[in-house]
């Protein structure tokens, strides 16, 4: 099935961390949370392990405030078990719980499968694997679509390639210093899968500029891409845009990407993305950009071929 996404899906990785039940800090993170529910954005994007529960937990607060509407309005993902790294069937039906207990909500619009690096692709395809539990869920109604999300091309191709997946989450692989992501996706949108490109910042260079100390992929910047971001930067500024904006507008221009996750930690971040994202960026940009060549990307999932 295909999902009914804005062009902007909001992440929340950070929402509520270290917060205490109760205190200040949780009760501020509860109010940002009501905003992103009252943005125009359709889904708020998080999972069982985010913040350690605490991202739940806090859109679980603003979910009993707000009502119905939110509570249709949350993507969330089953992880593997802390500690033990159990990533079977019984573990992802115990994940959903856990988070359904968290937001208070019965049912879910999308789960997806996170990063399941514990278990090899066929432990996770297999009898008894975690795939099986979310195929349950689906079936028995508790979620409408199941996804898969981690980072890895080679694995995700995989993923994909089964047929099983109503939607697919890739994060640093579809950005303009990596498109490595693009036949995924393409193969995806041939089989009707939802496609969520998440981190279009590269979670770093590509929204602080290159810089001493940036990274890439959560992976410091080698030189040589350094110099490419320049370059890059160097373009933008000759159009009078932003190395940001035009990093978010190659995500959001993809005729592969149906919306771009982005995370976002404060009222002001939100605006500042929805800003960006209403931004025009010139044609001339796109050419120039095509000009400058392939990025030397920091990442290397070959040891997943």
Known sequence: MTLNVSPLTIGTSGLGRDTEPGSAEEEAAVAFAERLFASTHAFVDTSNNYAGGRSEAVLGRAIARIGADAATRVISKVDSEPGTGVFDRDRVLRSFDETTARLGVERLPLLHLHDPYSVTFDEAMGRGGA??????????????????????????ARYVATGVFDAVLIHNRLTVVDRSAEPVFA???????????????????????????????YRPASPQLQEWVSQLQR????????????????????????????????????AQLDELAAAPIPDGVWAELDELGPAPSAIDDSAYL
């Not at 089989?191 to 990274?215: D, S, Y």
């Not at 932003?242 to 009222?267: E, I, Y």
């Open 131 to 156: 795939v099986e539990g979310l195929i349950e869920l689906r079936e028995s109604g508790r979620v409408d679509a199941i996804g898969v999300a981690a980072g890895p091309v080679p694995l995700m």
């Open 187 to 217: 193969d995806a949108r041939a089989r009707g899968m939802t496609v969520f490109n998440a981190a279009p910042f590269g979670a770093g260079i590509l929204a602080t500029g290159p810089r001493e100390g940036a990274m890439y992929a």
């Open 235 to 270: 373009v933008c500024a000759s159009y009078g845009v932003t190395l940001p904006g035009v990093a978010l507008h190659f995500s959001l221009r993809s005729p592969l990407v149906d919306t771009t996750v982005v995370g976002v930690s404060s009222a002001a971040r939100l």
